[in-house]
């Protein structure tokens, strides 16, 4: 199966319980990159990011709007989508995201 041509950016603060089915949910869809944007996490965050192949980057603690333009920013597509750490998407949602 071939990437769809979109960045998933995953705003992520210590969501340990949540960022595993969120990833996996979105791995799934075959999306270009996943970029998990690590608002200073004390839990498990980052290394579950990781262990899914998701890119990490630190905002620093600037917050959520701040890490959303970070994800944006860095982003290796044209076409970005935000997702929350507690979504968990459905299969096809991104490529009818993209419009197929």
Do not use: Y
Request: one cysteine or more; proline letters at 4%.
């Amino acid at each position: 199966m071939s990437d769809l041509k979109v960045s998933v950016i995953v705003p992520a603060r210590n969501a340990a319980t949540w960022l595993g089915e969120c990833l996996e949910s979105i791995g799934r869809q075959h999306p270009h990159e996943m970029i998990v944007i690590d608002g200073c996490s004390t839990d498990d965050t980052v290394q579950i990011a990781r262990s899914f192949g998701a890119r990490v980057i630190s905002d620093e603690g600037r917050g959520l709007p701040a890490a959303r333009m970070l994800g944006a920013r860095n982003a290796k597509s044209d076409v970005v989508a935000l997702i929350d750490t507690d979504a968990a998407l459905p299969i096809g949602s991104l490529k009818e995201l993209m419009g197929g």
